[in-house]
Protein backbone atom coordinates (compact mmCIF):
# COMPACT_ATOMS: atom_id res chain seq x y z
CA UNK A 1 0.00 0.00 0.00
CA UNK A 2 1.40 3.58 -0.79
CA UNK A 3 0.60 6.47 1.33
CA UNK A 4 1.32 9.74 0.15
CA UNK A 5 1.11 13.86 1.81
CA UNK A 6 1.56 16.57 0.08
CA UNK A 7 0.74 20.33 0.32
CA UNK A 8 1.21 22.32 -3.42
CA UNK A 9 1.64 26.23 -3.71
CA UNK A 10 1.60 26.83 -7.42
CA UNK A 11 2.36 30.05 -9.03
CA UNK A 12 2.99 31.14 -11.96
CA UNK A 13 6.13 33.16 -12.05
CA UNK A 14 8.86 31.21 -13.38
CA UNK A 15 14.51 15.25 -9.26
CA UNK A 16 12.96 14.30 -6.21
CA UNK A 17 9.94 16.77 -6.02
CA UNK A 18 9.41 15.51 -10.34
CA UNK A 19 8.79 11.69 -9.61
CA UNK A 20 6.90 12.40 -6.63
CA UNK A 21 4.64 14.55 -8.76
CA UNK A 22 4.52 12.35 -12.02
CA UNK A 23 3.69 9.13 -9.88
CA UNK A 24 0.50 11.48 -8.27
CA UNK A 25 -0.93 11.81 -11.81
CA UNK A 26 -3.16 9.06 -13.01
CA UNK A 27 -2.05 7.01 -16.43
CA UNK A 28 -5.13 8.50 -18.57
CA UNK A 29 -4.26 11.94 -17.34
CA UNK A 30 -0.67 11.49 -18.50
CA UNK A 31 -1.41 10.06 -21.54
CA UNK A 32 -3.71 13.20 -23.00
CA UNK A 33 0.10 14.91 -22.82
CA UNK A 34 0.89 16.39 -26.29
CA UNK A 35 4.48 18.86 -26.71
CA UNK A 36 2.57 22.44 -27.73
CA UNK A 37 4.07 24.53 -30.78
CA UNK A 38 4.77 28.05 -30.81
CA UNK A 39 2.04 28.96 -31.96
CA UNK A 40 0.17 27.13 -29.02
CA UNK A 41 2.25 28.38 -26.20
CA UNK A 42 1.64 31.96 -27.89
CA UNK A 43 -1.82 31.98 -26.15
CA UNK A 44 -0.50 30.74 -22.76
CA UNK A 45 -0.26 33.43 -20.28
CA UNK A 46 2.75 33.31 -17.59
CA UNK A 47 5.47 32.51 -20.05
CA UNK A 48 8.24 33.32 -18.27
CA UNK A 49 7.95 30.02 -16.42
CA UNK A 50 6.26 27.99 -13.57
CA UNK A 51 7.24 28.03 -9.89
CA UNK A 52 6.07 24.95 -7.63
CA UNK A 53 6.50 25.25 -4.00
CA UNK A 54 6.81 21.51 -2.71
CA UNK A 55 5.81 19.89 1.05
CA UNK A 56 5.73 16.18 0.70
CA UNK A 57 6.15 13.01 2.94
CA UNK A 58 5.96 9.83 1.15
CA UNK A 59 5.84 6.44 2.34
CA UNK A 60 5.90 2.78 0.19
CA UNK A 61 4.50 -0.50 1.54
CA UNK A 62 6.54 -2.44 -0.59
CA UNK A 63 8.08 -1.75 -4.29
CA UNK A 64 8.72 -4.88 -6.49
CA UNK A 65 10.13 -5.75 -9.45
CA UNK A 66 9.26 -9.20 -10.43
CA UNK A 67 10.80 -11.75 -13.08
CA UNK A 68 11.83 -15.11 -12.23
CA UNK A 69 11.95 -14.30 -8.86
CA UNK A 70 11.52 -10.64 -7.21
CA UNK A 71 13.57 -7.67 -5.98
CA UNK A 72 11.67 -5.74 -3.19
CA UNK A 73 12.60 -2.59 -1.36
CA UNK A 74 10.14 -2.92 2.06
CA UNK A 75 9.16 0.00 4.19
CA UNK A 76 10.27 2.76 2.22
CA UNK A 77 10.11 6.60 3.37
CA UNK A 78 10.71 9.58 2.04
CA UNK A 79 10.92 13.01 4.21
CA UNK A 80 11.90 15.40 6.39
CA UNK A 81 14.73 14.71 8.82
CA UNK A 82 13.73 12.49 11.86
CA UNK A 83 10.47 11.95 10.16
CA UNK A 84 8.89 15.47 9.74
CA UNK A 85 7.46 16.76 6.24
CA UNK A 86 10.04 17.49 3.63
CA UNK A 87 9.60 21.03 2.83
CA UNK A 88 11.00 24.19 1.51
CA UNK A 89 11.36 22.90 -1.89
CA UNK A 90 10.93 24.92 -4.75
CA UNK A 91 10.95 23.66 -8.31
CA UNK A 92 11.28 26.16 -11.41
CA UNK A 93 10.24 24.51 -14.95
CA UNK A 94 10.89 27.31 -18.33
CA UNK A 95 11.08 25.98 -21.71
CA UNK A 96 14.33 28.17 -23.01
CA UNK A 97 14.08 30.48 -25.62
CA UNK A 98 17.45 30.44 -27.91
CA UNK A 99 20.52 31.27 -25.81
CA UNK A 100 18.28 31.98 -23.10
CA UNK A 101 20.35 32.07 -19.56
CA UNK A 102 18.19 30.32 -16.66
CA UNK A 103 19.24 29.65 -13.12
CA UNK A 104 21.48 26.23 -12.63
CA UNK A 105 23.49 24.31 -10.28
CA UNK A 106 25.38 27.04 -8.22
CA UNK A 107 24.31 30.09 -9.82
CA UNK A 108 22.32 31.62 -7.25
CA UNK A 109 25.68 31.64 -4.83
CA UNK A 110 27.37 33.20 -7.99
CA UNK A 111 24.67 36.23 -8.21
CA UNK A 112 25.20 37.09 -4.31
CA UNK A 113 29.10 36.16 -4.72
CA UNK A 114 28.57 39.61 -7.50
CA UNK A 115 26.66 41.46 -5.54
CA UNK A 116 28.81 40.85 -2.64
CA UNK A 117 26.83 38.89 0.40
CA UNK A 118 29.52 36.21 -0.42
CA UNK A 119 33.39 36.37 -0.24
CA UNK A 120 34.66 36.28 -4.05
CA UNK A 121 37.77 35.31 -3.31
CA UNK A 122 37.18 32.44 -1.92
CA UNK A 123 37.65 29.60 -4.34
CA UNK A 124 34.22 27.41 -4.65
CA UNK A 125 32.88 31.43 -4.99
CA UNK A 126 35.25 32.39 -7.82
CA UNK A 127 34.69 29.04 -9.38
CA UNK A 128 30.93 29.60 -9.40
CA UNK A 129 31.48 32.82 -10.88
CA UNK A 130 33.65 31.81 -13.32
CA UNK A 131 30.88 29.35 -14.60
CA UNK A 132 27.61 30.73 -13.88
CA UNK A 133 28.09 34.12 -15.20
CA UNK A 134 26.87 34.57 -18.81
CA UNK A 135 26.22 37.44 -20.55
CA UNK A 136 25.28 40.08 -17.73
CA UNK A 137 23.53 36.98 -15.94
CA UNK A 138 23.77 33.75 -13.39
CA UNK A 139 22.52 30.76 -15.15
CA UNK A 140 23.59 28.33 -17.97
CA UNK A 141 22.62 29.44 -21.16
CA UNK A 142 19.84 26.99 -23.30
CA UNK A 143 19.18 26.42 -26.66
CA UNK A 144 15.52 27.21 -27.85
CA UNK A 145 12.83 24.32 -26.63
CA UNK A 146 15.21 22.71 -23.66
CA UNK A 147 12.91 21.75 -20.96
CA UNK A 148 14.64 23.27 -17.69
CA UNK A 149 13.29 22.09 -14.31
CA UNK A 150 15.98 23.98 -11.27
CA UNK A 151 14.86 22.09 -7.72
CA UNK A 152 16.23 24.90 -5.13
CA UNK A 153 14.66 26.05 -1.45
CA UNK A 154 12.08 27.80 -1.04
CA UNK A 155 13.43 29.97 1.54
CA UNK A 156 17.32 29.70 2.13
CA UNK A 157 17.94 32.28 4.96
CA UNK A 158 20.70 34.65 5.26
CA UNK A 159 21.94 35.70 2.18
CA UNK A 160 24.92 36.35 3.26
CA UNK A 161 25.14 32.55 5.12
CA UNK A 162 26.55 30.08 3.10
CA UNK A 163 25.90 27.32 5.59
CA UNK A 164 22.38 28.68 5.23
CA UNK A 165 22.36 28.04 1.62
CA UNK A 166 23.90 24.76 1.82
CA UNK A 167 21.82 23.35 4.66
CA UNK A 168 18.27 24.57 3.59
CA UNK A 169 16.55 21.53 2.87
CA UNK A 170 17.00 18.50 4.80
CA UNK A 171 16.08 15.29 4.23
CA UNK A 172 15.57 11.68 5.45
CA UNK A 173 15.28 8.05 3.78
CA UNK A 174 14.24 4.97 5.50
CA UNK A 175 13.98 1.78 4.12
CA UNK A 176 13.36 -1.07 6.22
CA UNK A 177 15.04 -3.92 4.04
CA UNK A 178 15.77 -4.88 0.43
CA UNK A 179 15.18 -8.81 -0.26
CA UNK A 180 15.11 -10.70 -3.48
CA UNK A 181 12.96 -14.04 -2.95
CA UNK A 182 12.68 -17.00 -5.76
CA UNK A 183 12.16 -20.73 -5.97
CA UNK A 184 14.99 -20.90 -3.47
CA UNK A 185 13.75 -18.45 -0.95
CA UNK A 186 14.41 -15.34 0.07
CA UNK A 187 17.44 -13.60 0.86
CA UNK A 188 18.38 -9.98 2.93
CA UNK A 189 20.40 -7.80 0.82
CA UNK A 190 20.24 -4.77 2.68
CA UNK A 191 18.20 -3.91 6.22
CA UNK A 192 17.64 -1.25 7.90
CA UNK A 193 19.00 1.84 6.14
CA UNK A 194 18.55 5.71 7.56
CA UNK A 195 20.05 8.31 5.46
CA UNK A 196 19.77 11.87 6.53
CA UNK A 197 21.20 14.79 4.99
CA UNK A 198 20.44 17.97 2.79
CA UNK A 199 19.97 18.33 -1.07
CA UNK A 200 21.84 20.31 -2.72
CA UNK A 201 20.70 22.58 -6.10
CA UNK A 202 19.19 19.81 -8.22
CA UNK A 203 18.80 19.81 -12.31
CA UNK A 204 17.24 18.09 -14.13
CA UNK A 205 16.99 19.25 -18.12
CA UNK A 206 15.39 17.84 -21.30
CA UNK A 207 17.40 18.87 -23.88
CA UNK A 208 15.67 19.80 -27.27
CA UNK A 209 17.95 18.09 -29.99
CA UNK A 210 15.69 16.99 -32.44
CA UNK A 211 16.22 14.24 -34.58
CA UNK A 212 19.70 14.32 -34.21
CA UNK A 213 22.37 11.95 -33.31
CA UNK A 214 25.96 11.74 -32.06
CA UNK A 215 28.45 8.88 -31.28
CA UNK A 216 30.04 8.47 -27.64
CA UNK A 217 33.81 7.34 -27.64
CA UNK A 218 33.06 3.41 -27.11
CA UNK A 219 31.14 3.64 -30.53
CA UNK A 220 27.59 3.77 -29.11
CA UNK A 221 25.13 6.14 -31.24
CA UNK A 222 23.03 8.20 -28.96
CA UNK A 223 20.09 10.78 -29.79
CA UNK A 224 20.78 14.27 -29.56
CA UNK A 225 17.69 15.16 -27.16
CA UNK A 226 18.35 13.56 -23.84
CA UNK A 227 17.84 14.23 -20.52
CA UNK A 228 20.76 15.49 -18.02
CA UNK A 229 20.45 14.92 -14.19
CA UNK A 230 22.46 17.23 -12.15
CA UNK A 231 22.80 17.22 -8.48
CA UNK A 232 24.61 18.08 -5.17
CA UNK A 233 24.02 16.36 -1.96
CA UNK A 234 25.24 15.34 1.44
CA UNK A 235 24.79 12.83 3.80
CA UNK A 236 25.59 13.87 7.41
CA UNK A 237 24.18 10.61 9.37
CA UNK A 238 23.50 7.14 7.82
CA UNK A 239 23.37 3.70 9.14
CA UNK A 240 22.85 0.18 7.14
CA UNK A 241 23.41 -3.46 7.24
CA UNK A 242 25.08 -5.03 4.02
CA UNK A 243 23.53 -8.64 4.41
CA UNK A 244 24.35 -9.66 1.16
CA UNK A 245 25.22 -7.56 -2.04
CA UNK A 246 28.07 -6.38 -4.60
CA UNK A 247 29.38 -3.03 -5.37
CA UNK A 248 29.58 -2.00 -8.62
CA UNK A 249 30.43 -5.75 -9.49
CA UNK A 250 33.81 -6.25 -7.50
CA UNK A 251 33.74 -5.59 -3.42
CA UNK A 252 31.27 -7.82 -1.57
CA UNK A 253 30.42 -6.03 1.77
CA UNK A 254 28.54 -9.32 2.90
CA UNK A 255 27.30 -8.98 6.64
CA UNK A 256 28.66 -5.58 7.21
CA UNK A 257 27.02 -3.15 9.33
CA UNK A 258 27.90 0.93 9.18
CA UNK A 259 26.83 3.40 11.32
CA UNK A 260 27.63 7.50 10.96
CA UNK A 261 28.20 7.43 7.28
CA UNK A 262 28.78 10.58 5.69
CA UNK A 263 29.14 11.34 2.32
CA UNK A 264 30.65 15.04 1.55
CA UNK A 265 32.82 16.34 -0.43
CA UNK A 266 35.21 18.53 1.93
CA UNK A 267 38.82 16.51 1.59
CA UNK A 268 41.52 15.98 -1.03
CA UNK A 269 41.86 17.24 -4.27
CA UNK A 270 38.71 17.34 -6.15
CA UNK A 271 36.69 20.01 -3.66
CA UNK A 272 36.72 22.77 -6.20
CA UNK A 273 33.28 23.80 -7.25
CA UNK A 274 31.10 21.68 -5.00
CA UNK A 275 30.82 23.53 -1.87
CA UNK A 276 31.61 20.88 0.40
CA UNK A 277 29.01 18.82 -1.16
CA UNK A 278 28.66 15.18 -2.80
CA UNK A 279 27.92 15.70 -6.96
CA UNK A 280 26.17 12.91 -9.33
CA UNK A 281 25.66 14.10 -13.11
CA UNK A 282 23.96 11.51 -16.12
CA UNK A 283 22.77 12.07 -19.20
CA UNK A 284 19.67 9.57 -20.65
CA UNK A 285 18.65 9.10 -24.27
CA UNK A 286 17.92 6.82 -26.93
CA UNK A 287 20.71 5.10 -28.21
CA UNK A 288 22.33 1.51 -29.94
CA UNK A 289 25.15 0.07 -29.01
CA UNK A 290 28.12 -0.08 -31.12
CA UNK A 291 28.98 -4.05 -30.14
CA UNK A 292 25.84 -5.56 -29.78
CA UNK A 293 23.57 -3.17 -32.25
CA UNK A 294 20.89 -3.52 -29.65
CA UNK A 295 18.53 -0.07 -28.98
CA UNK A 296 17.99 0.82 -25.59
CA UNK A 297 18.05 3.15 -22.94
CA UNK A 298 21.53 4.65 -23.03
CA UNK A 299 22.86 6.33 -19.78
CA UNK A 300 26.01 7.84 -20.29
CA UNK A 301 28.82 10.88 -19.40
CA UNK A 302 28.06 9.19 -15.41
CA UNK A 303 30.13 10.75 -12.78
CA UNK A 304 30.19 10.80 -9.17
CA UNK A 305 32.43 12.68 -6.84
CA UNK A 306 32.50 12.28 -2.89
CA UNK A 307 34.41 11.45 0.16
CA UNK A 308 33.12 8.85 2.01
CA UNK A 309 33.93 8.29 5.80
CA UNK A 310 32.39 5.01 7.77
CA UNK A 311 33.49 5.20 11.63
CA UNK A 312 31.92 2.66 12.84
CA UNK A 313 32.28 -0.27 10.41
CA UNK A 314 31.83 -3.72 11.77
CA UNK A 315 31.88 -7.51 9.97
CA UNK A 316 29.95 -9.99 11.85
CA UNK A 317 28.83 -7.44 14.46
CA UNK A 318 32.09 -6.33 15.65
CA UNK A 319 33.69 -3.05 14.77
CA UNK A 320 37.20 -3.30 13.47
CA UNK A 321 37.82 0.64 12.85
CA UNK A 322 36.94 2.75 10.47
CA UNK A 323 37.05 3.59 6.74
CA UNK A 324 37.65 6.57 4.65
CA UNK A 325 37.29 6.93 0.74
CA UNK A 326 39.05 10.54 -0.13
CA UNK A 327 38.66 11.92 -3.72
CA UNK A 328 36.28 8.33 -4.69
CA UNK A 329 35.00 9.07 -8.06
CA UNK A 330 33.20 7.23 -10.40
CA UNK A 331 33.93 8.76 -14.48
CA UNK A 332 33.84 7.68 -18.01
CA UNK A 333 30.95 5.39 -17.26
CA UNK A 334 28.67 4.28 -19.76
CA UNK A 335 25.89 2.02 -19.85
CA UNK A 336 23.02 0.66 -22.57
CA UNK A 337 20.55 -0.81 -21.34
CA UNK A 338 17.85 -3.17 -22.90
CA UNK A 339 15.38 -6.28 -22.22
CA UNK A 340 16.76 -10.28 -23.31
Same mark, same amino acid.
Given at each position: ?18 W ?9 A ?8 ? #?A ?6 Q? #? ?39 ? $? ?12 E????? *?????N ?15 ? $? ?83 TL ?7 G ?26 F????? #? *????Q???R ?11 A ?5 L ?8 A ?7 D ?13 V #? ?12 ? *? ?10
Amino acid at each position: MTQSHACHRISTSSTLSVWVLALALPLPAMAEFKPMND #GALSGVTGQA #GVTIELETKLSIDRFSWIDEGSLNVNGLRLSGQNDTVLDNM $KLTIDIAGDGEVLEHGFSE *IARRANSGLLDPNNPDMADALA $KYSVAGSFGKQFDSGDLVMHLGATDYGDPTSLEDYLQAVDFELAVDSVTSSGNEGSATLFSDILLQGHIGPTDLVIRNGGSSTRTLTNGNEVSGSELQLDTHFEITNGSLNWDAADVILLFNFAAV #G *IEGLQIHNRRGDDTLGHFGMASATAKLSRGTSAASAKEGLSVHDVEFRADIDMPVFKV #GGTSIGSVQFTDFA *ITNTTMMVYGH
